[in-house]
């Protein structure tokens, strides 16, 4: 029996386990809504804007480690999910999106609502196609998600004319997939893996430097393994944070530009820098020239290009990181002994000076402001026994929710790490609670960030999606007037946002709760009425607008000189004027 | 340094725009790019001539193996190889030029292709230092127009490689 190409499409989306997609509609994917309206497998999940269902299948992707999927239109569909794309490129999301295209025979001719959706997804997708003919619809369905899900894993682009979608042809589903130009190496090289050992074993001064790519391969386990056998500390990047359990006494928290104190000082000062599954990025090198100075390096990555891209590697590792791993912890099995713990005392206990002399640090004081910090603080450890999963977009509040959510498990952190996407985390975060109907998703946002895709409130509703999502609202882009505090002397060009909505009234007219803290001692209880409630939450905090996040490794600095505090001058300003606030000791809190 | 890189790609459409979009996203240089089938139609050869030093070189090889639709990477620097350009060089010729003109085709063994009173059109293929030299004589005479291919390379057989190292295992 023959099937339009509508029908193949949805068989295809079965035959992956898609259960999910995140869709909006337009002329030229009629015919492919029209069929999906007919059937009950897979659940349309109606966005309000492309972005958003971009944004929401990179969620769903990050929380199960799946593909995620979406559907547009052509021309402004297409372009306005090309965001979400990049930013999945980025940080290495998989992602299958699917986009109607003009009719074959006007492709090329400025049909109405037609783009070069392949030209213009080429440069922020893993790999795209066009479709022309319906008789390859199911091979390329099956090999975009076999790219998209393999090796570094990365967003797919199907683009599908409206013709195609409704000729008809047979339907045959291929069993497996081969590309004669796409082979990812999985198994690391033998001998290099044993260099890597007998390197861990001689190290003074280690450190494991981990990132997404550990959370990708799902390779916690072999981490924590290999971390608690050898004694070596761990540094997070902000998108491996969760791929080692945060409150562990190995775990330094994040590294990077943000990152603690001990976890930068133990990346400069090591002599062994163990990376898996990161790629050096320039938020974490920092100066590139002064990173690590001291360091041997070992850099295991499936994808061979983050090898040396940025920084010399003497031990490089293609291949995936949990097999890897779990070959480097058959080798370290047989030789660890009792001798590292000796060898490596001096170098912990220069560490436990690092955490002790510039713990993570604010100031709340009891009838102040709220801070920023102490928001997500209670936040995390009111809900840390319900195994959370937190979204974030971009700004300050994401860096304190990286700082002081310290995530047990991987597949709860989604954040826009390499783009940098403000906008990311309510959309992503509705696509985690897609994909896990009865767990908590949070969303911490900021009042900058949550205003560009507010919209999909009105998905989260409709779709019954009781994500809760906490502003740390502060009137201001908030990192960018940090920015402009350290380095434009104070000059809030465009950061103060002015005036924003009345975030309780915003979710009230959507349908959904809001909710406001007023002051410091509401906290808890307002955050535990969020909690309860089993619809779509906003909580509006108003924090502290001047809050700087710190520590801070300015743009091109080096790791081991890190600003920890507002310099005296900006302190002076921000109390207004000559007068400094006495500092009450007893309110000084630290996490 | 320069270096030319050898890659066998897929033939189909867009493959081009993939390569020429890695090297200008990147930032890398290219300096000239060929491209044509090969003996498997379903296959084509590039050539790429590119600067950089090594650790660029290093990450144009591993960011084109990347690529989906790239099926081998060579970059012929690292073994012997043999390179070709061609040039069609059109160029005036007035009586007194026309013999002068003939001469200098034939010291660089380039042959004349086309020919009306007033032009010659001279096809020359070699190294491009051969390409340059031609081009400077004819500069004098007056070039109308100038086309190159840009240079196609591949490896040499190691047949000299492997003798070589035969005579060293003999010695020792």
């Known amino acids: 029996m023959k099937l339009t190409g509508a029908e193949i499409f949805i068989e295809c989306l079965k035959r992956e386990g898609v259960k999910t997609l995140f869709a909006l509609p337009g002329g030229v994917v009629l015919k492919i809504f029209d069929t999906l309206y007919q059937q009950k497998d897979v659940e349309v999940i109606l966005t309000r804007h492309e972005q958003g269902a971009g944004h929401m299948a990179e969620g769903y992707a990050k929380a199960t480690g799946k593909a995620g999927v979406c559907l547009v239109t052509s021309g402004p569909g297409m372009t306005n999910v090309i965001t979400a794309l990049a930013d999945a490129y980025m940080d290495s999301v998989p992602v299958v999106c699917f986009s109607g295209q003009v009719p074959t025979s006007l492709i090329g001719n400025d049909a109405f609502q037609e783009a070069d959706n392949i030209g213009l997804s080429r440069p922020c997708t893993k790999y795209n196609f066009l479709v022309k003919d319906v008789n390859d619809l199911a091979a390329t369905i099956k090999e975009a998600f076999y790219i998209a899900t393999t090796g570094r894993p990365g967003p797919v682009l199907v683009d599908i004319p409206k013709d195609v979608s409704m000729a008809k042809a047979d339907f045959t589903y291929p069993n497996s997939v081969s590309i004669r130009g796409y082979n990812p190496t999985v198994e690391g090289n033998k001998w290099q893996i044993k260099q890597a050992a007998e390197a861990i074993m001689k190290a003074k001064k280690p450190i494991l430097y981990v990132g997404g790519g550990v959370v990708f391969s799902g390779a916690s386990q072999e981490l924590l393994e290999l971390a608690e056998m050898t004694q070596i500390p761990v540094d997070m990047t902000l998108m491996g944070l969760g791929a080692f359990p945060g409150e562990h006494p190995l775990s330094m928290g994040m590294l990077g530009m943000h990152g603690t104190y001990q976890a930068n000082m133990a990346m400069h000062y090591s002599d062994l820098v163990i990376a898996i599954g990161a790629r050096f990025d320039d938020r974490v090198t920092g100066k590139v020239s002064e990173f690590c100075p001291h360091a041997k390096v070992i850099h295991v990555d499936i994808d061979p290009t983050s090898i040396r891209k940025n920084i010399h590697v003497d031990i490089p590792i293609v291949g995936d990181c949990r097999t890897v791993l779990r070959e480097l912890n058959q080798i370290l099995r047989a030789t660890v002994n009792g001798e590292q713990k000796d060898l490596r005392k001096p170098w912990w206990d220069q560490i436990r000076d690092w955490q002790q002399a510039h713990p993570l640090a604010y100031h709340q004081e009891k009838e102040g402001p709220i801070k920023p910090q102490q928001v997500v603080k209670r936040l995390y450890e009111l809900t840390k026994d319900r195994d959370p999963i937190v979204a974030t977009d971009v700004g300050q509040h994401q860096m304190w929710a990286a700082q002081y959510f310290k995530l047990a498990k991987p597949n709860r952190w989604l954040t826009s790490g390499g783009l940098g996407t403000m906008g990311f985390g309510f959309p992503a975060a509705m696509g985690a609670q897609a994909a896990f109907r009865d767990r908590l998703v949070l969303c911490i946002a900021g009042d900058g960030s949550i205003q560009m895709n507010m919209q999909e409130m009105a998905t989260a509703v409709l779709s019954k999606l009781p994500v809760k999502i906490i502003i740390l609202n502060n009137g201001f882009h908030g990192m960018v007037r940090q920015w402009q505090d350290l380095f434009y002397e104070g000059r809030y060009a465009s950061s103060n946002l002015g005036t924003t909505p009345d975030f309780v009234k915003l979710a009230e007219a959507y349908g959904a709760v809001g909710l406001r803290v007023k002051k410091v001692g509401d906290l808890d209880a307002v955050l535990k009425e969020a909690l309860a409630t089993d619809k779509p939450v906003i909580v509006d905090v108003p924090t502290y607008p001047y809050e700087n996040c710190y520590p801070m490794i300015p743009a091109g600095g080096c790791n081991h000189e890190m600003i920890l505090e507002d310099p005296p001058e900006l302190k002076m300003k921000q109390s207004g004027g000559d007068k400094v606030t006495p500092e009450d000791k007893d309110t000084v809190l630290t996490a | ?172």
């Open chain 2, 1 to 172: 340094m320069e270096h030319i890189i050898s890659v066998t790609v897929e033939n189909k459409f867009g493959v081009l725009s993939r390569v020429a979009g890695l090297f200008s996203g990147r930032g890398f240089n290219i300096e000239s790019l060929s491209v044509a089938p090969t003996l498997d139609p379903s296959m084509s050869q590039m050539t790429i001539v590119t600067s950089g030093d090594e650790r660029i070189i290093e990450q144009i090889v591993k960011q084109l193996n990347k690529l989906i639709d790239v099926i081998k990477v060579v970059d012929l620097n690292e073994t012997e190889f043999v390179s070709r350009e061609t040039a069609i060089i059109k160029v005036h010729t007035k009586d007194v030029d026309r013999a002068e003109a003939l001469r200098i085709v034939d010291i660089f063994r380039a042959n004349v292709i086309d020919s009306t009173p007033t032009t010659y059109t001279i096809e020359v293929s070699g190294d491009p230092k051969k390409i340059e030299a031609i081009i400077n004589l004819l500069q004098p005479l007056g070039i109308k127009e100038l086309v190159r291919t840009g240079r196609v390379a591949v490896a040499r057989e190691p047949v000299r490689q492997a003798a070589v190292q035969a005579k060293k295992i003999a010695r020792e």
